[in-house]
């Protein structure tokens, strides 16, 4: 159980076009997904809380007209990187939380701007 | 705000070596203590988790107990095998400031060596 899927795995896309990343729960209901960014042989940041319903909370120094996140559902998180630059090269990883403590992440995106 | 240190890695054992991977954190209140591994190419899994002082997670040979006179929440392996070559994160959430997001530690890189 706890499955949490995200898609695509890997995307490769052009300087100033945008990529929408998807991040599911399969096997259980979340109401607050979150969205972390990982750069190479380092730790996760935390870009934005998604929760169902209302509005993304962004960390400070995360753009939010950039990543744009939209839970529109339990199961259900987006992220969409806007205008996409080399410098957003990078892989982005979400986690659903399971009530009261866990989180379950998904097994990541890889995306490369060109 | 939380924080979370762990030993620098790589750390690297010969198999069936006991292992200690050493994680303090700074935090008010109670918060919850979680042990994540990444293995190569795959996301983050739980490993284990304890909830409130003196309580011990433990899971496929694992262990980890939630100190809260040393802020502390080492993790111990008896017996190390190549599979468990991977990244270990220590990571909390909760405590005082009710942040459901996960703050983590740098990770750990340990490699088992036959």
């Known amino acids: 159980g706890a499955v949490v899927s995200q898609h695509p795995s890997r995307v490769i896309c052009k300087s100033g076009t945008s990529v929408k990343i998807e991040c599911r729960s399969l096997?259980?209901?979340?109401?607050?997904m979150f969205w972390y960014r990982q750069f190479p042989k380092q730790s996760l940041m935390l870009m934005a809380t998604?929760?169902?319903?209302?509005?993304?909370?962004?960390e400070q120094g995360v753009e939010k007209d950039k990543f744009l996140i939209n839970h529109a559902s339990l199961t259900l998180s987006t992220l969409t990187v806007t205008s996409a630059h080399p410098e957003d090269s990078s892989f982005y990883i979400c986690s659903a939380r399971l009530e009261p403590y866990e989180q379950y992440f998904g097994p990541g995106t890889r995306l490369t701007v060109t | 705000g939380n924080s979370v240190t762990q030993m620098e890695g790589p750390v690297t054992l010969s198999e069936e070596a006991f292992l200690t991977i050493n994680c303090t954190y700074t935090a008010t209140g109670y918060p919850s203590l979680f042990w994540y591994v990444q293995y190569p190419g795959e996301g983050l899994q739980l490993l284990l988790k304890?909830?409130?002082?003196?309580d011990k997670g433990s899971n496929k040979g694992f262990e980890a107990t939630y100190r809260k006179e040393t802020t502390s929440f080492h993790l111990e392996k008896g017996s190390v095998q190549v599979s468990d070559s991977a990244v270990y994160f220590c990571a909390l959430s909760g405590g005082d400031t009710g942040r459901r997001a996960l703050t983590f530690g740098s990770g750990t890189r340990l490699q088992v060596q036959p």
């Open positions: 096997d259980f209901q979340a109401t607050t």
């Open positions: 998604s929760n169902e319903g209302s509005k993304a909370t962004y």
């Open positions: 304890a909830t409130k002082a003196d």
